[in-house]
Each structure stands twice: as structure tokens, then as C-alpha cells.
């Protein structure tokens, strides 16, 4: 069984920047595809940014493409997501996932929270205008 647990969030002006991070434990998540979703208070679970086993390739949301940056160091068992130009709609709880499928990318099956089988408990992020 796999635990994630994120770190990082926290309150930040409008075009400051902040790091999660999202640690595993229980085994080695070096052969999982990982991601960010975030979700903002009345709406749904939202995906952010997707990265492959291996760190090959990579895949944001248009609303944070550019800005934000997720990255893996398998050796530490830990995700990233560096997220810059922070904006007020980027308020949420953003949550790691892990998935123990082999999913197909060519219908972009990374969008979707069913597809992932291993979340964190969530950390707040809060940009203030």
C-alpha cells in the first residue's frame, strides 16, 4: 500500500511562487505515474499537472501551463510541483495521486481522478489578491 503525504501550501500574495511536494511511503512509487489535481471550495476535483514513471514527459492544465512545473526525484520517493505567478483562482486543495494503471495517453486518461488509485490528504494553498 502506498501513503502520500504533501507539504508545501500555505498563503502567498498574487505572483509569488510555492513548492509542494508530495512524499511516499510504504513502497516505491519510481514505476507510478504521479500527479496534481487541486480542488477549489463548491467545485470539483480538478487535474493540474501529470508526469510519466520516469519523468519523460509531462502534462499541465492550460490554465497553469507555463507557470507551473512538476518534476520527480525517484531516488526520494517524491513528487513536485513548483508553481510561480501564483493567481487568486489558483486557491485550492491541492492533492497528490499516484496510479497503478497502465494508462492510455493518446486519450489522455491523466485528466481523469478514477484513474489513479493512490491519493494524499490534500494541502491548502491560498493566493490573495
Known amino acids: 500500500q502506498v501513503q502520500l503525504v504533501e507539504s508545501g501550501g500555505g498563503l502567498v500574495q498574487a505572483g509569488g511562487s510555492l513548492r509542494l511536494s508530495c512524499a511516499a511511503s510504504?513502497?516505491?512509487?519510481?514505476?507510478?505515474?504521479m500527479a496534481w489535481f487541486r480542488q477549489a471550495p463548491g467545485k470539483e476535483r480538478e487535474f493540474v499537472a501529470h508526469i510519466t514513471w520516469n519523468g519523460g514527459s509531462t502534462y499541465y492544465a492550460d490554465s497553469v501551463k507555463g507557470r507551473f512545473t512538476i518534476s520527480r526525484d525517484n531516488a526520494k520517493n517524491t513528487v513536485y510541483l513548483q508553481m510561480n505567478s501564483l493567481k487568486p483562482e489558483d486557491t485550492a486543495v491541492y492533492y497528490c495521486?499516484?496510479?497503478?494503471?497502465?494508462?492510455?495517453?493518446?486519450?489522455?486518461?491523466?485528466?481523469?481522478?478514477?484513474?489513479?488509485?493512490?491519493w494524499g490528504q490534500g494541502t491548502q494553498v491560498t493566493v490573495s489578491s
Open positions: 495521486a499516484a496510479s497503478s494503471r497502465r494508462l492510455a495517453y493518446y486519450s489522455r486518461d491523466y485528466l481523469y481522478p478514477n484513474k489513479y488509485d493512490y
Open positions: 510504504g513502497r516505491t512509487v519510481s514505476n507510478n505515474p
